[in-house]
């Protein structure tokens, strides 16, 4: 298929899909019909949710993707475009991936122009990172552009969710969101703190006090609880009194309505128009008023939840500079950093919601711990600098007889490592060899046949080396007897299994991984 001059892409599954567009035109005029004689009611949810699976089956089965010498040729449902090859810098594969276990990725085919703009085509698409019709597709397109283009990459590019050419549009807009929220909570601080003040220095009212001043004190009432309604935890629960007075019925907690039963006399307090406190004999309930604390925790623990995704647009700005495919380092050092934060900025600011900059203990507490934070995001920014296979650190001495056992992959199955069996090195103590446990001994080792292999390159980890390469890895592209191998592993030990190849092995023309 690689010789094709004209590709064309169609929606699988034209029938089903046409058939969901029935229905959702069934559910639009379903959901007309009941909002001109009937109002609305369930049917008219139903009928407005078949017609969105209409519209989006009807956008999925009028997309089209053909190519030939002069370019792409792209249709959906209010658009359609063309772009001529020489416009097209390269076809990449974009992934993203879907909850679904059963579903491992969905792929599809972007397009990078010369100007540096990108687009989305619309097919061909797959829900499996196996779907040899997608393969021969893509083979197919990249043959066409190789024919009447100029490709700028010789192999497939593929974006993921760790390479530095995915978007961080959405994690920036998380971050504002989260930071949004905490404004907010710490909106409510100064009233909440206000309110509890006020409880706590309410008086009872007297005989004297004026109708408009009332709401500020404390007025009792006696009342009588005809029945009480406990219902799950989830729920509200209910006191009723006798003849509603001075109310009808009250929602309580669970443990209050099972803590008062009919008959009981019990005075009610209120303030502000609201019941604070039921008291009878056998139990007392109050309210909960909620401290200033609790807004300023709130506030707190959503900034430091906007740090996540800001430490993530953090390192995609850091790594502008790399290959779109290339994968970043994980945000999860500053995660650690935030959690260490939390842990004494969350009780500092619930314990001191309005004194952070006024109280002895609470400026103390915050030089201490703004310390201690200043030295977590210094390691978190140390651990997550992009190292190049010239950074790599200085290969430890080890005597020739000592074994180490080195966590390192080969990525393809070869016959020293069959079925991608290996999850280890071993050096020393003998030659090379594969091992699919850390050791110690070589239970079920296979030899390396270093003979065999030439290190053609050292690079860092792209988006074609799957997920089950750690981010902070770098690969080994090697040639075994005329086949290319893969070996992943930390900079630091790929650079020592590297020197028991044999320098002989390696071309003088090959990126040195050592320093």
């Not at 009941?34 to 949810?45: E, Q």
């Not at 997608?134 to 024919?147: C, E, I, N, P």
Request: some cysteine; overall charge positive; hydrophobic content about 45%.
């Amino acid at each position: 298929m690689t010789d094709a001059r004209e590709v064309t892409c169609r929606p699988l599954g034209k029938r089903t899909l046409w058939s969901f567009v029935g229905l959702g035109a069934a559910g639009a005029g379903l959901a007309a019909v009941r909002t001109v004689y009937w109002g609305p009611d369930v049917w008219l949810g139903v009928g407005l949710l078949l017609a969105l699976v209409g519209i989006a089956s009807l956008r999925a089965v009028t997309a089209r993707l053909s190519a030939d010498a002069y370019g792409l040729h792209s249709r959906t449902l209010l658009r359609r475009r063309s772009v001529p090859w020489r416009d097209v810098a390269d076809l990449r594969v974009r992934l993203k991936y879907a909850n679904n276990p059963r579903v491992q990725d969905i792929r599809r085919v972007s397009l990078v122009l010369h100007d540096g703009r990108k687009r989305l085509l619309p097919l061909p698409k797959s829900w499996s990172c196996d779907d040899p019709d997608f393969d021969a597709k893509l083979d197919a397109l990249r043959a066409l552009h190789r024919r009447y283009g100029a490709p700028d990459s010789s192999y497939v590019p593929v974006i993921s969710y760790r390479t530095a050419g995915r978007g961080w549009a959405g994690s920036a807009g998380l971050c504002a969101l989260l930071l949004v929220c905490a404004g907010l909570a710490a909106w409510f601080v100064p009233s909440t703190a206000s309110d509890v003040r006020a409880w706590k220095s309410a008086t009872p009212c007297t005989a004297e006090t004026p109708a408009t001043e009332r709401g500020e004190c404390l007025t009792t009432l006696p009342a009588v609880i005809a029945q009480t309604e406990a219902n799950r935890p989830k729920q509200r629960s209910w006191l009723y009194f006798t003849d509603s007075r001075p109310l009808a019925r009250l929602a309580v907690p669970r443990e209050a309505a099972l803590g008062f039963q009919p008959g009981d006399s019990v005075e009610l307090t209120l303030w502000r128009g609201q019941v604070r406190e039921v008291a009878g004999e056998r139990y007392v309930w109050r309210e909960h008023i909620p401290a200033a604390g609790e807004p300023t925790v709130i506030a707190a623990a959503c900034a430091l939840a906007a740090g996540y995704p800001g430490a993530q647009v953090l390192l995609r700005l850091r790594g502008r500079r790399l290959p779109d495919d290339d994968v970043l380092p994980s945000a999860l050092p500053f995660a650690g950093a935030l959690v260490g934060t939390a842990l004494w900025l969350l009780p500092l600011c619930y314990l001191h919601p309005t004194t952070l900059l006024t109280s002895p203990v609470a400026i103390t507490w915050v030089a201490v711990g703004s310390s201690a934070t200043l030295g977590f995001f210094v390691r978190a920014w140390r651990a997550t600098r992009v190292r190049t296979p010239g950074e790599a650190g200085a290969v430890g001495e080890f005597a020739e007889e000592e074994e180490v056992f080195l966590a390192a992959r080969f990525l393809e199955p070869t016959d020293y490592n069959p079925y991608g069996f290996g999850t280890h090195v071993a050096l020393g103590g003998g030659p090379p060899a594969v091992t699919p446990h850390p050791g110690p001994g070589r239970f079920a080792a296979k030899r390396i046949p270093v003979e065999r292999l030439t290190v053609k390159d050292v690079r860092r980890a792209r988006g074609d080396d799957g997920d089950t390469v750690p981010r902070s890895w770098h690969i080994a592209e090697l040639d075994d007897a005329g086949t290319p191998v893969r070996l992943a592993a930390a900079p630091a030990d790929l650079a020592r299994i590297i020197r028991e190849l044999g320098p002989a092995k390696t071309p003088a023309n090959t990126a040195n991984p050592e320093p």
